[in-house]
């Protein structure tokens, strides 16, 4: 297992209402899955689909625990450390993409000075030379707390014991969601185990729909009161796109080879997973129409 690729078990996806009654409940990181393997102090980490990410990631380098050898399951997070310092930190998915697609070593030297990775933990899988896939969660936490130390790079992820209250907190905070833990389950690599379920905090919002893309896909560009928040690229089925065809034909104000652009009159209530940094919707989907003219 040690210093190779594995896949990891992932999270089976919950609606909000199938909440279970775990008393092992974290946040869920905006980020991406990271897998790091610490062998004798030399670190390497990878990404759920088998990408080394190490060279792209100093911070790495400055990991030390009191062990031989370790697989630390979790996920990367970055913090941008060029907002103003009377704000709180705030990390962002698209930093976190930013830092993934950097891997040129002058550039990633450059931009770990302004946006800083940091690896939450939420399991063990290997230690010291033994796999830890068998034993209970609560067995593997407990085991990771005591190699695991917060510091700038690494922490492990605090546990809550009211699934509900600590997803409502996260709806609340603009937060991606929850993460639940079976205490009992042993850990199956590569499946997506009902014993480790996400529940997403998904936000509601209201926008204009106010250009059609022409070519390269299905798009509809989005405005909430007058302002571009992205494209929504996830199609409808083909009644809701019929019919909207059908109206925007009125509403046409000019159009080049990409895109035809409308007067932003039918509204539609979306429904996506947060703001991203520059004030987009993150992976936006259609809800229904909020225009008269189109509700049956």
Not at 30 to 52: C, M, P
Not at 137 to 144: I, V
Not at 235 to 256: C, G, M, W, Y
């Amino acid at each position: 297992m040690l210093n190779q690729s594995i896949k990891p078990m992932l999270l089976h996806p919950l609606q909000p209402n199938q909440i279970k009654k775990w008393n092992t409940n974290s946040l869920k990181w905006d980020g991406f899955r990271s897998l790091i393997h610490y062998d004798n102090g030399k670190v390497r980490a990878f990404t759920r689909h088998g990408t080394e990410i190490t060279s792209r990631f100093p911070e790495l380098a400055y990991i030390k625990l009191p062990i031989k050898t370790a697989i630390l399951d979790g996920e990367c997070i970055v913090f941008d450390l060029t907002q103003p310092t009377d704000q709180p930190p705030k990390y962002w998915w698209d930093d976190a993409m930013t830092r993934f697609n950097t891997k040129k070593e002058s550039a990633v030297k450059q931009i770990a000075t302004e946006l800083k990775a940091h690896f939450p933990l939420w399991d063990i899988l290997y230690l010291n030379g033994t796999p830890m896939l068998k034993k209970s969660f609560m067995e593997r936490r407990e085991t990771l707390s005591s190699v695991v130390k917060a510091s700038e790079t690494l922490s492990v992820t605090p546990l809550y014991e009211d699934g509900k209250k600590l997803f409502l907190k996260a709806k609340e905070l603009g937060l991606e969601g929850i993460v639940q833990y079976s205490p009992e389950a042993s850990i199956q690599l590569g499946t997506r185990s009902k014993n480790m379920v996400k529940v997403k905090a998904y936000q509601y919002v209201i926008c204009q729909i106010a250009s059609i893309r022409l070519k390269g896909g299905f798009g509809w560009g989005l405005t909430i009161n007058g302002r571009y928040a992205g494209v929504l690229e996830f199609p409808p089925n083909s009644d809701v796109i019929r019919a909207f065809n059908h109206i925007s034909k009125q509403l046409i104000r000019t159009e080049n080879k990409g895109w035809r652009y409308l007067d932003p009159i039918i509204s539609c209530k979306v429904k996506f997973q947060c703001f991203t940094k520059d004030g987009k919707l993150r992976s936006p989907k259609f809800e229904e129409f909020c225009t008269p003219t189109l509700i049956d």
